[in-house]
């Protein structure tokens, strides 16, 4: 929803200034939308995590302690993510989906590491609060874009860490059969 009555003006700096790597989706069952994924459009594989917490998410400003699951998989050079929060506690997911419900939530970026809190407050100066933070190898904020762009946005660090979790994920799609295990499981966290 982009609001009209803001006057676009020729040297107005976009607020998203990073190409989007991820679309991610918030689901009811993951590895049924990985299975759905992989038949409508040959995506993956999808390595799914289950049960993760991290300890240094916040939600609104406050400590973020959920379980949530995770897929994370490729179509194309486009990384794809399903999550899944099964309890009902206040979350950036359930700000836009009560049980049972679900659909797209987010873009997302790849920010310099050292930027993203930099790109985080620019954002909430422009209007747009962060509505969540996180380090899970890299820093991590969510905007709360929803005004602007019907969803929310990701501002992801981009450093060599995070870069080596993503690519066995990669070269998995690269190498992958098509067919052969659509759905694997992880026991290490994101």
Known sequence: MVDVTC???ENLEPLIRYPIFQ???FVSDLEKTCLAWHRA???GPFF???NHVTETQTYRGQTFLTPLHYAFGYHGETQV???QQDEEEPSIYRDMYKKGEEGFHHIAILVPDADVRTEAERFAKAGYPIASELWSHAD???IDTRDLIGCFLELHGDNDEIRGVFAPWIEAQENWDGVTEPVRY?????
């Open 186 to 190: 992880r026991k290490q966290s994101v």
């Open 140 to 142: 991590v904020a969510y």
């Open 23 to 25: 679309h991610a989706w």
């Open 7 to 9: 006057p676009r003006r």
């Open 41 to 43: 459009v040959g995506a």
């Open 81 to 83: 993510q399903f999550i």
């Open 48 to 50: 799914i995590t289950e």
